[in-house]
Each structure stands twice: as structure tokens, then as C-alpha cells.
């Protein structure tokens, strides 16, 4: 019986998913934002964040400890250097799931996994005066109409002189006949 199992095995051997996990938390902590299935986002949530909250007390024994996970080096400097900084007030949740739809494949869902300070375009905006307006219209509606308007009364000009001229041809046609 499974009772109070809630570990997902991802179909894999403990060695395989332990490097598979390391290396995606390496890569996470390096470009802040990776690509993946919904399954294994959700392990590497688990399996990162706690991580990020040890990188909160820059100590040695704090950095051996999440080497030993990652083993990575340039991880664990760019985690204990600028992500503990960003991170440094929030009490948990240092990760964010989004998800992105079917893979064509083999129709797994997929999903970004992206660490939550550092997407610039989910963050609040600052209250400096510069809030953006969410009103939206078409770049051109105004010049549009105002030029459709003007193409209008073109062509209705060009309709009349080309009858003044087919009137005054016509004219000049029937006296010599």
C-alpha cells in the first residue's frame, strides 16, 4: 500500500533522479527561468527552494551543504551572491509555476518554472508616477480614419472630374456629328 507516500519517483532510479534534479536546480539558479514538464517542476520545487532558504545565511557549513546538492560551483555563487540578496525579506515561495500548455509530442504538460524575483514583467509596478495606463487602442486608429477619410474625398474628386472629362468629350463629340 502507498499510504502517505507523496514522493514522486518520475520514473526513475534514486541515482538518476538526484542528478536530473541537481542539474535542473543548477540551471534554475543560473537563468532564473528553465522549461520543463509540470511533474518535474513541482519536484524541483520541493527540492530547490529549500536551498535557496539555506543560501540566506551566507556560512560555510551553509555553502558545503548546498554544493553538495547542486554540485555546481558557479550555482552556488550566483545563489549565495545575488538571488540570497533579492530573496533576502521573502519568508518562502521563491519559485513561480506557469503553464504553458500541451508538448506536441507526446502531450505531457508543460510549464516554466522561473524564480519569482526575478520577472521583471510580473512585479508590481513601482507607485513612482509612472504607472502605465491598462487602457489599449490600436496604434494607428486616429491617423487610420483621418486617412481613410482624406482617401475618400480623393477618390469621390477624381469620380467627378473623370465624368467632367467624359461629359466635355461627350459634348465635344456630338456637334461634328
Same mark, same amino acid.
Not at 560555510?60 to 554544493?67: D, K, L, M
Given at each position: 500500500?502507498?499510504?502517505?507516500?507523496?514522493?514522486?519517483?518520475?520514473?526513475?532510479?534514486?541515482?538518476?533522479?538526484?542528478?536530473?534534479?541537481?542539474?535542473?536546480?543548477?540551471?534554475?539558479?543560473?537563468?532564473?527561468?528553465?522549461?520543463?514538464?509540470?511533474?518535474?517542476?513541482?519536484?524541483?520545487?520541493?527540492?530547490?527552494?529549500?536551498?535557496?532558504?539555506? +543560501?540566506?545565511? %551566507?556560512?560555510?557549513?551553509?555553502?558545503? @551543504?548546498?554544493?553538495?546538492?547542486?554540485?555546481? *560551483?558557479? /550555482?552556488?555563487? &550566483?545563489?549565495?551572491?545575488?538571488?540570497?540578496?533579492?530573496?533576502?525579506?521573502?519568508?518562502?515561495?521563491?519559485?513561480?509555476?506557469?503553464?504553458?500548455?500541451?508538448?506536441?509530442?507526446?502531450?505531457?504538460?508543460?510549464?516554466?518554472?522561473?524564480?519569482?524575483?526575478?520577472?521583471?514583467?510580473?512585479? +508590481?509596478?513601482? %507607485?513612482?508616477?509612472?504607472?502605465?495606463? @491598462?487602457?489599449?487602442?490600436?496604434?494607428?486608429? *486616429?491617423? /487610420?480614419?483621418? &486617412?481613410?477619410?482624406?482617401?475618400?474625398?480623393?477618390?469621390?474628386?477624381?469620380?467627378?472630374?473623370?465624368?467632367?472629362?467624359?461629359?466635355?468629350?461627350?459634348?465635344?463629340?456630338?456637334?461634328?456629328?
Amino acid at each position: 500500500m502507498r499510504h502517505q507516500k507523496k514522493f514522486n519517483h518520475l520514473g526513475r532510479k534514486s541515482a538518476h533522479r538526484k542528478a536530473m534534479l541537481s542539474n535542473m536546480a543548477a540551471s534554475l539558479i543560473i537563468h532564473k527561468r528553465i522549461h520543463t514538464t509540470v511533474a518535474k517542476a513541482k519536484a524541483l520545487r520541493v527540492y530547490v527552494e529549500p536551498l535557496i532558504t539555506k +543560501s540566506k545565511e %551566507d556560512t560555510t557549513h551553509s555553502r558545503r @551543504t548546498v554544493f553538495s546538492y547542486l554540485q555546481s *560551483k558557479e /550555482a552556488v555563487t &550566483e545563489l549565495f551572491r545575488e538571488i540570497s540578496k533579492k530573496i533576502m525579506d521573502r519568508p518562502g515561495g521563491y519559485t513561480r509555476i506557469l503553464k504553458t500548455g500541451n508538448r506536441f509530442g507526446d502531450n505531457a504538460e508543460m510549464c516554466l518554472i522561473e524564480l519569482v524575483d526575478y520577472n521583471e514583467a510580473m512585479l +508590481s509596478p513601482k %507607485d513612482d508616477g509612472k504607472t502605465k495606463s @491598462t487602457r489599449r487602442r490600436r496604434a494607428g486608429a *486616429k491617423k /487610420a480614419a483621418g &486617412e481613410t477619410e482624406e482617401k475618400v474625398a480623393d477618390h469621390k474628386e477624381a469620380k467627378k472630374t473623370s465624368k467632367k472629362v467624359e461629359e466635355s468629350t461627350a459634348t465635344e463629340e456630338t456637334p461634328e456629328a
